[in-house]
């Protein structure tokens, strides 16, 4: 069998280092992905008058799993999210879905 010899090595040295590191950044970018099969699941909740995003994330910490212990800035964001909502702006009678488990 024949043997390799590296002709330059600084060259080969910094090809390493370029493979090297786009395998990194390939590997951190697919890492983070999620290819869960589950479906969310949301329950409806009808705004009553006087209720606001904060007292009904407050609640849900209180009495939803999917909520438990969660920060209460993130609740509000999620049900934001949920409801495609770019304002924290609510009224009586509309329909809000709620994360559940």
Not at 19 to 28: K, N, P, Q, Y
Not at 61 to 88: C, G, W
């Amino acid at each position: 069998m024949k043997s390799l010899k590296i002709v330059n090595k600084r060259k080969f040295i910094k090809s390493i280092a370029i493979l090297i590191g786009i395998m990194g950044i390939i590997i951190c970018t697919f890492s983070n992905r999620s290819y869960s099969n589950v479906e969310q699941k949301y329950k409806t909740e009808y705004v009553v008058k006087g209720e606001t995003l904060w007292s009904i994330a407050q609640q849900e910490i209180k009495e939803n799993p999917y909520f438990k212990d969660e920060d209460i800035r993130n609740v509000i964001l999620e049900i934001k999210q949920a409801n495609h909502m770019t304002t924290s702006d609510i009224t009586e009678g509309i329909e809000l879905k709620i994360p559940i488990y």
